[in-house]
């Protein structure tokens, strides 16, 4: 049984990373489409506030933490020392143990650039995967073409990177139309899985942006701790009002 863990009272999936690469192996052989929210902040904050995105986000197959900000009044830390998955960096350990079986991925994402680099991350963590094509997604395009673009590579899944509340609502929109077994959203942490990244992209590198990057890194890395604490203020807050409304 699956095990979850309310935040701002929204459930947030708990399981371990093994557990999670079982689920993926899983659902990879059976037939409908499963989806697969990362959450981060901005997503739980705006859960709270609007009940129609909120109804987006419960109808997702697993609702899994994609920053650790968000686990900051669980116990991050020994969450993540029992091996539970408590980051989008689950996705990269998920990628590396795939079964090998020929599986294929499709990318859909904001820009053409962070389209590349989720390319070489995808095929950093496994090698054998074959990414069958990416396209750029937005607002104004035509969706019917881009289902249709999607659906002719016939994906295993679908990585997508697309603004928060845009991404969830086209997702589950086109679900019954995409014709792939695995659907990942992680428009709301894709900066944090780039940032996992020690070395520097080939392409960074031939475009002379080395620099830039590395300072990237270094403003992620800071963010992230400035994330957790003004999140835990957030939490702390919401928790307080509503022992306040129980109490009258």
Request: hydrophobic share 45%; net charge negative.
């Amino acid at each position: 049984m699956q095990a979850s863990v309310k935040i701002m009272d929204i459930d947030v999936d708990m399981i371990s990373n093994d557990v999670f690469i079982k689920i993926m192996n899983e659902y990879l052989n059976e037939e409908r489409l499963h989806v697969i929210f990362f959450a981060s902040t901005e997503i739980l904050n705006r859960a709270v506030k609007e009940e129609m995105y909120r109804r987006l986000v419960d109808m997702a197959d697993l609702f899994l933490p994609g920053e650790e900000a968000l686990l900051t009044v669980h116990h991050a830390e020994a969450l993540e020392a029992a091996d539970m998955v408590v980051s989008c960096k689950g996705l990269g350990l998920v990628l590396e143990n795939l079964k090998k079986e020929d599986r294929s991925l499709y990318i859909v994402a904001k820009t053409e650039e962070e389209a590349d680099v989720l390319k070489e991350y995808c095929v950093k963590m496994q090698p054998e995967l074959n990414i069958v094509g990416q396209c750029t997604y937005e607002e104004e395009m035509d969706d019917a073409a881009v289902v249709n673009e999607i659906n002719s590579h016939v994906p295993d899944m679908l990585l997508v990177s697309l603004e928060t509340g845009m991404q969830e609502r086209w997702i589950m929109e086109h679900v019954s139309l995409l014709n792939a077994k695995i659907c990942i959203a992680i428009g709301g942490v894709v900066n944090l899985i780039l940032a996992q990244e020690k070395e520097i992209p080939h392409w960074v590198q031939a475009l002379h942006l080395s620099g830039p990057y590395e300072k990237f890194i270094r403003e992620q890395k800071v963010k992230k701790g400035v994330r957790a604490r003004i999140f835990r203020k957030k939490v702390v807050q919401y928790n307080n009002q509503i022992e306040e409304q129980e109490k009258r």
